[in-house]
């Protein structure tokens, strides 16, 4: 990852960044393998922002 690693979830600009030590812990894979299964599209993520009047609700 970048030099502004996060240690579980960050919203960013460009989405949604994780640190792939977490999902490689619970699924027993290398870092290295979460990160190819995810550009491969064998593993995806899904993410919900508050906004608007459901902010804090």
Do not use: W
């Amino acid at each position: 990852m970048e030099s502004d690693d996060v240690t579980i979830v960050a919203r960013k600009s460009r989405g949604v960044v994780i640190n792939a030590a977490r999902p490689a812990a619970a699924f027993g894979l290398s870092q290295d393998e979460v990160q190819a299964r995810l550009r491969a599209g064998r593993v995806t993520s899904c993410c919900e922002a508050d906004v608007g009047d459901d902010v804090l609700r």
